[in-house]
């Protein structure tokens, strides 16, 4: 509801700003010549059948552009895959509109009648243009099937749709002029219809095409390319597709209309011009001309530059955060703070968005903090003295890849920060497609002008998070951000208070003593974040997972003379942390796996092991990720691999309990021995266990926790913190995941252990900056439909696993039962009697050997045709979605033109005498 009244209001304040300009425009079409001109080139267009065709063309085709199968498979409720065609679109759908505008006046002689009528050259100029407008708008209009359609699959956010459909308006009515241009040029519709394809095409893909020129020419490109980007419709609307509506892009699409404007007045008024001064004219008016055209030119470039937008999303993501102007505002005048932007001019296209917002974002804080905060942009080239400046910073640049016209191109790419006060420095090496912006930014400004920081230590353990050599160093620079770090060695008592946080990554590989240490220091009510797992998948060597809580610790020397090395210390309580969770009043298997069926990412489906857990609200738990709690509150998705479970503790244990992450219904437990089995690992020489293939889980219908956090304030020693049964979750690939975005992911793995952090050391200043992002908006009711097919499927699976071991373990009782049989045979001496039982045993191996192979087979036959089934049930569903919205989408166009088409054959037929009727 809150959302629908912030969007009201904001359509409300566009309308407000409109309103002056619509009542221009309408007094301007009282004119009775104006007005006539106006309602001719309306009804013109609707009355014929020509009109509705191209409307239910476009209507159909934007349809199946915004809903390809990459919709479905995205499962985001957006129109961006519209957005990426929409200009392309326009550049037949404007001429369509536009090729009889001049044209046929010309064709039938109509034009010297039409400028013989009280108006001016302008006016009937713009007579034209509105009614084209209106026409185009009336066409825009009857695309609402596509937005009734995304309503129906999802949850859009009403706001960004506003901000689109706004965008695509502005792009037609400002290539409407473009059009009409083309139109004044000849006398036949046809060759109007392709020019005004052409001259459309200019715009819609400068972008595209100088890249390809200046490459076919061995050119540069540098800042041409920077110009031809500005004048590109495609890059104009990316802020549209955002959810903003940029002053720079109002002020293009005006610029736009107003230079082909001026081009057709030019062409329509060469009429008057003297045959003896045509020369001369023509010559005159080119000038003016380029001379128009460099002054809006440079005006788009300087605007581009410009911040200015009005954010329409429902989150204001792209509107300075309260927080961040608080803190702005508590900058010290005396102790500055200064930001080095350090920026490649050229970035990949993934990479444009971002460079473009960081620096809309900065000369935000330019503005806002005045003498408190300088910016400065330092545009790097390879090997120049600015790169020179950038790596003396630590600012190394990052190779990238891009795919451009089917060729591959490489390059290196600087998107790094510097922010600097007389406190402090803060390096941001790297900025990409995933990083919060103005997390960033503001996070370290408030750590750089601060005197003080927090301290976090780190807990040495067999995880070895102080070295990194194990996948954990990401966590560590990340936390130095905001943080002073330190190491904590448990062989010693760990001082009472000496840290506002201390994270322990796998205690469970602790000796007794070290344990005790650490022990006691929770005790004493200290805040903890402790991260242990059952099955550690960041160290599968390839050979098996290694240091799981169950196997025994490596051997200190390692490598492959290992077993020439003393004997590690036993872990303590054997790898089971019992001192540990008895303190905290909990209990945790480190034998047990979770797994859950629920998978939101349809292209993962197939290669993503069910192990693999994806924590989402839309599992079927709405507490899955606990919405109450600071620590996960406005969290979408979490990434949990091979992870354990923690119980709640009974009503008696004397602790708050509070759930954070937990599966859905559709998950169940696999014990230690279910889904691995040993193995070995030949280059650590230690033990290892690797996934057996042939595991079948059964779902036991509950929401099982795998992360909580646990308090006590009274009644015993005080507790305070936060348990995760999985350490997977914070090594470095799901770091380089928020920040590279190597795979369509937006997890929340960094922010919980940053927020988890942040909580139980007090500092709650950035929670929600931290998660200030769009709303993840899913396809709810495809998703609904897709988690029935997969549960059908799982329990079809689960059958023919039964299946399986039933006819297994019938076979197994009649060789059971012929055993038996031969055993209580009293007519059989005992040699005869052990040499049958002998044969019955080899023939019950080879027997059983065979079966096991048959039935697997059939199992597996099975089971593809069951994967296939659901597979084919999903695909249906999506086509019989998209099958719809074809259908229903042209039908009101169809039935406007009928009811028009049909009134006005009856009017003709009324006004014709009756005696003529046929």
């Not at 917002?357 to 003295?385: A, H, K, N």
Request: glycine residues 6%; aromatic residues 10%.
């Amino acid at each position: 509801m809150a959302d629908a009244l912030l969007i009201l209001a904001r359509i409300v304040l566009f309308a407000a700003v409109l309103a002056p300009v619509v009542a221009a425009v309408w007094k301007y079409v009282q004119k009775p010549a104006v007005r006539a001109i106006f309602k001719r080139n309306v009804s013109s267009y609707f009355a014929g059948v020509l009109g509705y065709l191209f409307i239910v063309v476009f209507v159909v085709a934007a349809v199946f552009l915004a809903f390809p199968p990459e919709f479905f498979t995205d499962n985001e409720s957006t129109l961006d895959h519209l957005n990426r065609w929409f200009p392309l679109l326009l550049v037949f759908l404007i001429p369509a509109i536009t090729m009889t505008t001049w044209a046929d006046e010309k064709k039938l002689g109509t034009d010297e009648l039409l400028f013989t009528l009280p108006a001016t050259d302008l006016e009937i100029l713009l007579a034209k243009y509105l009614s084209v407008a209106t026409v185009y708008t009336t066409v825009l209009v009857f695309s609402a099937p596509v937005v009734v359609t995304l309503a129906f699959v999802g949850n859009p956010d009403w706001g960004l749709v506003l901000s689109n459909y706004l965008g695509y308006w502005l792009a037609g009515i400002s290539l409407l002029s473009a059009g009409m241009f083309a139109s004044s040029l000849t006398s036949s519709p046809t060759v109007s219809f392709i020019l005004g394809a052409v001259v459309c095409a200019v715009p819609v893909l400068m972008g595209d095409l100088v890249p390809v020129v200046f490459g076919f020419l061995n050119l540069e490109l540098h800042q041409f390319q920077q110009i031809s980007e500005v004048v590109s419709v495609p890059e104009q609307l990316r802020d549209f597709g955002l959810g903003m509506i940029p002053l720079s892009g109002l002020l293009y699409f005006a610029s736009l209309s107003l230079f082909m404007l001026y081009l057709n007045l030019v062409v329509i008024s060469e009429r008057h011009w003297s045959r003896s001064r045509q020369t001369g004219m023509g010559a005159h008016y080119v000038i003016r001309t380029l001379a128009l055209l460099v002054a809006l030119v440079s005006l788009n470039v300087i605007a581009a530059h410009a911040s200015v937008r009005a954010d329409m999303t429902a989150e204001n993501l792209y509107s300075l955060s309260g927080t961040t102007r608080t803190l702005i505002d508590k900058i010290d005048n005396k102790r500055p703070v200064t930001i080095q932007a350090f920026l490649s001019q050229d970035v990949p296209t993934e990479y444009t968005t971002v460079r473009r917002r960081l620096i809309g974002l900065l000369r935000q804080y330019d503005q806002l903090g005045g003498g408190r905060i300088e910016v400065r942009f330092v545009d790097v080239e390879p090997f120049s003295t600015e790169a020179e400046q950038a790596r003396a910073y630590g600012i190394e640049p990052q190779r990238l890849v891009e795919i451009r016209e089917g060729r591959r191109f490489e390059q290196n790419v600087y998107l790094g920060l510097v922010i600097t006060s007389s406190f402090d420095e803060v390096i941001i090496p790297f900025l990409g497609p995933g990083t919060p912006l103005e997390y960033e930014l503001t996070r370290s400004l408030r750590t750089v002008s601060n005197e003080e920081r927090l301290t976090v230590g780190i807990l040495d353990t067999d995880a070895n998070v102080r070295s990194g050599s194990q996948g954990f160093s990401l966590i560590v620079d990340e936390l130095k951000k905001q943080y002073e770090v330190e190491h904590v060695s448990p062989d010693n008592e760990i001082e009472d208070g000496k840290f506002d946080v201390l994270l322990a990554v796998m205690p469970s590989s602790l000796t007794q003593p070290q344990m005790e240490n650490f022990v006691a220091y929770v005790k004493q009510g200290n805040p903890v974040l402790i991260f242990d797992d059952p099955f550690p998948w960041v160290f599968n060597t390839g050979m098996g997972v290694t240091q799981a809580p169950r196997l025994p610790k490596p051997s200190p020397g390692g490598g492959m003379f290992g077993m020439q090395q003393p004997q590690s210390p036993p872990k303590a309580d054997g790898g089971q942390a019992t001192t540990l969770l008895r303190a905290l009043g909990i209990t945790w298997d480190n034998g047990e796996v979770v797994w859950d069926t629920h998978n939101p990412h349809k292209e993962f489906f197939a290669v993503v092991p069910r192990e693999f857990v994806f924590i989402t609200n839309t599992s079927g738990n709405s507490k899955a990720i606990n919405p109450d709690s600071r620590i996960t509150r406005g969290f979408d998705e979490v990434l949990v691999v091979f992870a354990g479970t923690v119980p709640r503790p009974g009503k008696d244990s004397g602790v708050d309990f509070t759930p954070l992450l937990s599966t859905g219904p559709n998950s169940g437990i696999f014990e230690w021995d279910e889904f691995s089995e040993d193995s070995f690992d030949p280059f650590r020489m230690s033990s290892a266990r690797r996934i057996r293939p042939d595991r079948v889980g059964f779902e036991d219908e509950y929401a099982h926790v795998v992360a909580a956090r646990v308090q006590r304030k009274a009644g015993g020693d005080k507790i305070d913190a936060v348990f995760v049964a999985d350490i997977d979750m914070i090594s470095d690939w799901f770091f380089e995941q928020r920040e590279r975005m190597m795979v369509d992911l937006q997890l929340d793995n960094v922010e919980f252990v940053l927020n988890a952090v942040d909580v139980l050391s007090g500092d709650e200043s950035f929670l929600d900056l931290r998660t200030r992002r769009p709303k993840h908006r899913t396809l709810e009711r495809f998703e609904n439909l897709t988690r029935q097919f997969v549960q059908t499927a799982q329990k079809a699976e689960e059958k023919v696993e039964e299946d399986a071991k039933a006819e297994l373990e019938r076979i197994k009782e009649s060789f059971k039962k012929q055993r038996e049989e031969i055993e209580a045979n009293e007519n059989l001496d005992p040699r005869a009697k052990a040499q049958m039982l002998r044969n019955l045993e080899a023939n019950e191996s080879r027997q059983l050997e065979v079966e096991e192979a048959r039935i697997e087979n059939e199992k597996r036959s099975e089971l593809e045709q069951i994967a296939a089934d659901r597979e084919r049930k999903r695909r249906a569903e999506q086509n019989w979605i998209i099958r719809w919205a074809v259908l229903l989408a042209p039908i009101p166009a169809i039935l406007l033109g009928f009811v028009v088409l049909t009134s006005r054959a009856l009017s003709e037929r009324r006004d014709i005498a009756p005696a003529r009727h046929v």
